[in-house]
């Protein structure tokens, strides 16, 4: 294995699995030719003239596809943690004999733990996709047949799209569904809102399987994804645990110092002069971000300021933010609970979109570049605002990338995190794994100080006068290491366990396999 | 004594603790086993640590298991010294340098309208409570800790102290009650603590008692500095004696109800609007106010009701109560807001004061504004709001200049 020294610094092999591989350039470097990959052309001719697509079960699905060795199989997580169908195809396919898959989700969580198994006993070769939790301490030590690949949802896109990953068999889940293939999330015990995951399987994989708990005649609508990709349906009697999908109702979190780094941040965003009518702002699912919302509904309340937009996961607070006409518009990536499917349902200002729409890096424009605020979090922060959301500080491959990397290319990034989780400083002199360039990320707000990236100027000027704790961001660090110590820094072995992949499929760096 | 001893929590929920084993040995040398989600990071920093106290108390064969959540050293090291001392008589202690930042004192009537109680042995609470401002941080000794960890947290209490920063708060221990308490000081006077807590306090005798206890240990270490005295009322007989436990010392800066205690002590239940504990507020807050001391309310027990909560202070700070207890960050803002001055409440005040210093500068005796007479209690009352006001950062400090330039244009 060769490897060359990208243009952040980190040393990246030119080959994964086999593959040729092309290192990190730069943001907005890397401007690939050529054509878009396509799947084979399909005939009409060759489908039911009636319609019904329906197959006994997933099983003839799989094989009607023709699963075989070496295949590409590609999962949405809509579901998430309570997904009862990913794991069922490999059982599947280990009962058919079937050898050297690559399971490509567009994430996984804990609930996919058995999906080891699959790996032990060579069923699966490696995952694209994400490795959370189990499924990234077994990675992480070196346990993968082949090296995994994590990806953005934005990424995920684009390898779909120029034919990085050419997808064999698609099984899609869906709440609701039609003989046809016609599906949606909206509607039935499984709903999950939005199946914007799906869409880029929809459109190019060899093969695609429809999977349904709740079946209805033909049409089923709205299609968000059309049958007209679809070769089979499949119906069964449960594909997702619905209180592990949706929860009945969000909660702000109750951590007094997740409110607090909330209060803060949205408290900058107001003295930097963000909140401002007509912005618009994105905040993802986690404790804090979901208390940053509402932060924002505070202030945008008693300044009597309206947001045109709020982009990415929809939950309660959001929806009362649209219902109360705070914001025009939700453009939403996924629904966290049951207002979101609700509103998505009835509102049509409520809009459900796909990584194609917001983050994919061979569409002609995204949204993410357009959004005003951004809030995320990261597992770890360097002194050059590097970030990383993949590792802990202890080297172990824990989470996914989601949308993360996307959502980068907002105006304005901030990232609400602790200086330090228990004993383990967050703010440190150089990422375990670097997910994200540092030139990307604007705003580090914790509880010891806001550090602004020095490129910003103009957020340096806004809120210089603001009375807030605006902080070097070196001084964050050693103030770290001054309460817990200087951590000592995790032993691997030359070994690539799995490879991160910038927005544009190039590799900005590689996680190693733990040295026990 | 035993030959095995244990410190610290451990299981479900416990955060940046470390629970220690140890066992003393004959021979073999120091065995450390160490169970730590931060192995990766800091594992040889730990065992380095654990051996190191270990041979500063003169043991050198001993195995010692800890099981660790991530704690900070000071914590670590406090758990280490409260299983080695169950173990083996010391007069040595473990100590850590005071930051230089936590070397402040506080002036006797600064505000204390919050004061954030932290249970004495749970270390994830305290490590981030000054981030939340509260006027004042309590480390509770008392009710706050499980009788059998009254003593490691001793140690804890002690460490937190020189290491933790509080941001600026008053730096407070809640001590025990009779004997306990008096030992409890021994743990927190050499540290640089800003005030004492004293609960269920029924009579000067108790003040006086630990007075001289602190007078000791404060000759010992040489300290010059006043160390202010905060009782807590929570009986019918504390009530009745208020007056004389305001007064006992100066160093009485205020003092407290507490209204669990109370109630069951008068046999009725505690309810929100508090009927029942009316004589006992209107009481003590008159002692208070005639001993020159500021009065300040029990805590609010229901965390997640913050409208009860506002409406709570809103009823304290008329009855003239100057402050209040938190038992979660959360209520430090909402009490905050609670005792700010109103806005009529605010303009009014500053009518007043620049009626009173126009007069003032023309040589006038009598303060008039309009056609009402200003007596001196009113300017007094006027400055108290002021001073508010300033400290709420409702009114810039050099507001009264900048006033009577406008009025001057």
Request: hydrophobic share 40%; net charge negative; with cysteine.
């Given at each position: 294995?060769?490897?060359?020294?990208?243009?952040?610094?980190?040393?990246?092999?030119?080959?994964?699995?086999?593959?040729?591989?092309?290192?990190?350039?730069?943001?907005?470097?890397?401007?690939?030719?050529?054509?878009?990959?396509?799947?084979?052309?399909?005939?009409?001719?060759?489908?039911?003239?009636?319609?019904?697509?329906?197959?006994?079960?997933?099983?003839?699905?799989?094989?009607?596809?023709?699963?075989?060795?070496?295949?590409?199989?590609?999962?949405?997580?809509?579901?998430?943690?309570?997904?009862?169908?990913?794991?069922?195809?490999?059982?599947?396919?280990?009962?058919?004999?079937?050898?050297?898959?690559?399971?490509?989700?567009?994430?996984?969580?804990?609930?996919?733990?058995?999906?080891?198994?699959?790996?032990?006993?060579?069923?699966?070769?490696?995952?694209?996709?994400?490795?959370?939790?189990?499924?990234?301490?077994?990675?992480?030590?070196?346990?993968?047949?082949?090296?995994?690949?994590?990806?953005?949802?934005?990424?995920?896109?684009?390898?779909?799209?120029?034919?990085?990953?050419?997808?064999?068999?698609?099984?899609?889940?869906?709440?609701?569904?039609?003989?046809?293939?016609?599906?949606?999330?909206?509607?039935?015990?499984?709903?999950?809102?939005?199946?914007?995951?799906?869409?880029?399987?929809?459109?190019?994989?060899?093969?695609?399987?429809?999977?349904?708990?709740?079946?209805?005649?033909?049409?089923?609508?709205?299609?968000?994804?059309?049958?007209?990709?679809?070769?089979?349906?499949?119906?069964?009697?449960?594909?997702?645990?619905?209180?592990?999908?949706?929860?009945?109702?969000?909660?702000?979190?109750?951590?007094?110092?997740?409110?607090?780094?909330?209060?803060?941040?949205?408290?900058?965003?107001?003295?930097?002069?963000?909140?401002?009518?007509?912005?618009?702002?994105?905040?993802?699912?986690?404790?804090?971000?979901?208390?940053?919302?509402?932060?924002?509904?505070?202030?945008?309340?008693?300044?009597?300021?309206?947001?045109?937009?709020?982009?990415?996961?929809?939950?309660?607070?959001?929806?009362?933010?649209?219902?109360?006409?705070?914001?025009?518009?939700?453009?939403?990536?996924?629904?966290?609970?049951?207002?979101?499917?609700?509103?998505?349902?009835?509102?049509?200002?409520?809009?459900?979109?796909?990584?194609?729409?917001?983050?994919?890096?061979?569409?002609?424009?995204?949204?993410?570049?357009?959004?005003?605020?951004?809030?995320?979090?990261?597992?770890?922060?360097?002194?050059?605002?590097?970030?990383?959301?993949?590792?802990?500080?202890?080297?172990?491959?824990?989470?996914?990338?989601?949308?993360?990397?996307?959502?980068?290319?907002?105006?304005?990034?901030?990232?609400?995190?602790?200086?330090?989780?228990?004993?383990?400083?967050?703010?440190?002199?150089?990422?375990?794994?670097?997910?994200?360039?540092?030139?990307?990320?604007?705003?580090?707000?914790?509880?010891?100080?806001?550090?602004?990236?020095?490129?910003?100027?103009?957020?340096?000027?806004?809120?210089?006068?603001?009375?807030?704790?605006?902080?070097?961001?070196?001084?964050?660090?050693?103030?770290?290491?001054?309460?817990?110590?200087?951590?000592?820094?995790?032993?691997?072995?030359?070994?690539?366990?799995?490879?991160?992949?910038?927005?544009?499929?190039?590799?900005?760096?590689?996680?190693?396999?733990?040295?026990? | 004594?035993?030959?095995?001893?244990?410190?610290?929590?451990?299981?479900?929920?416990?955060?940046?603790?470390?629970?220690?084993?140890?066992?003393?040995?004959?021979?073999?040398?120091?065995?450390?086993?160490?169970?730590?989600?931060?192995?990766?990071?800091?594992?040889?920093?730990?065992?380095?640590?654990?051996?190191?106290?270990?041979?500063?108390?003169?043991?050198?064969?001993?195995?010692?298991?800890?099981?660790?959540?991530?704690?900070?050293?000071?914590?670590?090291?406090?758990?280490?010294?409260?299983?080695?001392?169950?173990?083996?008589?010391?007069?040595?202690?473990?100590?850590?340098?005071?930051?230089?930042?936590?070397?402040?004192?506080?002036?006797?009537?600064?505000?204390?309208?919050?004061?954030?109680?932290?249970?004495?042995?749970?270390?994830?609470?305290?490590?981030?409570?000054?981030?939340?401002?509260?006027?004042?941080?309590?480390?509770?000794?008392?009710?706050?800790?499980?009788?059998?960890?009254?003593?490691?947290?001793?140690?804890?209490?002690?460490?937190?102290?020189?290491?933790?920063?509080?941001?600026?708060?008053?730096?407070?221990?809640?001590?025990?009650?009779?004997?306990?308490?008096?030992?409890?000081?021994?743990?927190?006077?050499?540290?640089?603590?800003?005030?004492?807590?004293?609960?269920?306090?029924?009579?000067?005798?108790?003040?006086l008692e630990v007075e001289n206890k602190i007078n000791e240990i404060k000759a010992k270490h040489g300290i010059d500095y006043n160390i202010w005295y905060m009782p807590i009322l929570e009986s019918a007989l504390g009530v009745e004696n208020a007056f004389e436990i305001a007064t006992a010392s100066p160093n009485v800066v205020a003092m407290a109800i507490g209204l669990e205690d109370y109630t069951a002590d008068i046999g009725v239940q505690r309810t929100n609007e508090g009927t029942e504990s009316l004589y006992a507020r209107m009481r003590m807050v008159n002692a208070?106010?005639?001993?020159?001391?500021?009065?300040?309310?029990?805590?609010?027990?229901?965390?997640?009701?913050?409208?009860?909560?506002?409406?709570?202070?809103?009823?304290?700070?008329?009855?003239?109560?100057?402050?209040?207890?938190?038992?979660?960050?959360?209520?430090?803002?909402?009490?905050?807001?609670?005792?700010?001055?109103?806005?009529?409440?605010?303009?009014?005040?500053?009518?007043?004061?620049?009626?009173?210093?126009?007069?003032?500068?023309?040589?006038?005796?009598?303060?008039?504004?309009?056609?009402?007479?200003?007596?001196?209690?009113?300017?007094?009352?006027?400055?108290?709001?002021?001073?508010?006001?300033?400290?709420?950062?409702?009114?810039?400090?050099?507001?009264?200049?900048?006033?009577?330039?406008?009025n001057d244009k």
């Amino acid at each position: 294995m060769e490897f060359v020294k990208n243009a952040v610094g980190r040393v990246v092999p030119t080959e994964i699995n086999g593959k040729p591989q092309i290192p990190f350039k730069g943001v907005g470097k890397h401007i690939p030719e050529g054509r878009k990959h396509g799947p084979s052309i399909p005939t009409c001719a060759n489908y039911p003239e009636d319609g019904n697509k329906l197959v006994k079960d997933l099983k003839e699905a799989l094989i009607k596809a023709g699963l075989r060795d070496g295949m590409i199989i590609s999962t949405h997580h809509h579901f998430r943690n309570g997904d009862l169908v990913a794991n069922q195809i490999f059982a599947i396919a280990k009962e058919l004999g079937v050898k050297d898959l690559v399971w490509f989700p567009s994430a996984s969580f804990p609930c996919h733990e058995p999906i080891i198994e699959y790996l032990k006993d060579g069923t699966i070769h490696h995952i694209e996709g994400s490795m959370n939790g189990p499924l990234g301490r077994f990675t992480s030590e070196g346990n993968m047949k082949g090296i995994g690949i994590l990806r953005s949802h934005g990424g995920r896109y684009q390898a779909v799209q120029d034919g990085e990953v050419q997808i064999d068999i698609a099984v899609i889940a869906a709440g609701c569904a039609d003989p046809f293939g016609n599906a949606n999330g909206l509607y039935g015990q499984s709903a999950t809102g939005l199946l914007g995951f799906a869409l880029a399987d929809s459109q190019y994989a060899e093969k695609v399987i429809v999977v349904t708990d709740n079946l209805q005649e033909f049409p089923c609508i709205p299609w968000q994804i059309h049958g007209n990709y679809v070769d089979y349906v499949v119906q069964m009697d449960k594909i997702g645990i619905p209180e592990k999908i949706l929860s009945g109702t969000t909660r702000i979190t109750k951590s007094p110092d997740r409110l607090y780094l909330a209060e803060l941040t949205a408290k900058f965003c107001q003295a930097a002069g963000l909140i401002k009518n007509g912005f618009s702002f994105q905040t993802g699912a986690g404790g804090t971000s979901l208390a940053v919302s509402y932060y924002f509904d505070q202030i945008m309340r008693k300044e009597g300021i309206k947001a045109r937009f709020a982009r990415g996961g929809s939950n309660k607070y959001m929806v009362k933010m649209l219902e109360d006409g705070l914001v025009d518009f939700i453009l939403d990536g996924q629904t966290f609970d049951l207002d979101g499917v609700r509103s998505m349902r009835d509102n049509p200002n409520h809009v459900w979109t796909s990584p194609f729409t917001s983050y994919n890096y061979h569409s002609k424009g995204n949204f993410a570049s357009m959004v005003d605020i951004v809030i995320l979090g990261a597992t770890e922060v360097d002194v050059n605002f590097n970030g990383n959301v993949v590792t802990h500080s202890d080297g172990y491959l824990l989470h996914g990338i989601g949308g993360w990397q996307n959502a980068l290319f907002g105006k304005t990034v901030i990232l609400p995190i602790p200086l330090f989780r228990d004993r383990i400083p967050v703010i440190v002199d150089e990422v375990t794994t670097l997910v994200g360039p540092g030139e990307l990320i604007d705003v580090i707000v914790t509880e010891r100080g806001i550090a602004i990236n020095p490129r910003r100027t103009d957020l340096i000027e806004a809120t210089k006068n603001s009375g807030l704790p605006i902080v070097d961001i070196h001084y964050l660090k050693e103030e770290a290491e001054k309460i817990c110590g200087k951590p000592q820094k995790p032993e691997f072995t030359d070994k690539v366990v799995a490879a991160i992949k910038w927005v544009d499929g190039t590799v900005i760096d590689v996680v190693r396999q733990i040295k026990k | 004594m035993s030959k095995i001893a244990t410190a610290g929590n451990k299981g479900g929920g416990i955060r940046s603790d470390c629970f220690v084993t140890l066992e003393l040995k004959n021979g073999d040398g120091i065995i450390v086993n160490l169970k730590s989600k931060v192995e990766a990071l800091f594992g040889d920093e730990i065992r380095d640590q654990a051996i190191k106290i270990l041979k500063f108390f003169g043991i050198s064969d001993a195995e010692i298991t800890m099981e660790d959540t991530g704690a900070l050293p000071f914590v670590i090291a406090a758990r280490i010294e409260a299983a080695v001392k169950q173990l083996i008589d010391t007069e040595k202690n473990y100590l850590f340098e005071i930051l230089p930042e936590n070397k402040y004192q506080t002036e006797k009537d600064r505000f204390r309208f919050t004061r954030l109680y932290l249970p004495g042995n749970t270390p994830k609470l305290m490590i981030n409570a000054g981030i939340h401002k509260p006027d004042g941080i309590i480390l509770d000794l008392e009710d706050a800790v499980a009788p059998d960890k009254k003593d490691e947290a001793r140690f804890l209490v002690r460490n937190a102290l020189s290491l933790i920063n509080f941001y600026g708060a008053e730096r407070m221990v809640r001590i025990n009650q009779g004997e306990r308490g008096l030992e409890d000081l021994e743990y927190v006077v050499p540290y640089n603590v800003n005030m004492i807590l004293i609960p269920k306090v029924e009579s000067a005798e108790r003040i006086l008692e630990v007075e001289n206890k602190i007078n000791e240990i404060k000759a010992k270490h040489g300290i010059d500095y006043n160390i202010w005295y905060m009782p807590i009322l929570e009986s019918a007989l504390g009530v009745e004696n208020a007056f004389e436990i305001a007064t006992a010392s100066p160093n009485v800066v205020a003092m407290a109800i507490g209204l669990e205690d109370y109630t069951a002590d008068i046999g009725v239940q505690r309810t929100n609007e508090g009927t029942e504990s009316l004589y006992a507020r209107m009481r003590m807050v008159n002692a208070c106010k005639a001993a020159g001391i500021q009065p300040i309310d029990s805590v609010f027990s229901d965390v997640a009701d913050m409208e009860g909560l506002l409406e709570n202070v809103k009823r304290s700070k008329a009855l003239g109560f100057e402050g209040m207890g938190c038992i979660h960050p959360r209520q430090i803002a909402v009490i905050k807001e609670g005792f700010k001055p109103a806005e009529t409440e605010l303009e009014k005040a500053k009518k007043i004061m620049v009626a009173f210093e126009k007069a003032k500068k023309e040589g006038k005796g009598v303060i008039s504004l309009g056609t009402k007479m200003i007596d001196p209690p009113v300017v007094k009352r006027a400055e108290k709001t002021i001073k508010l006001a300033v400290q709420f950062a409702m009114l810039p400090e050099n507001w009264l200049e900048e006033e009577l330039n406008n009025n001057d244009k």
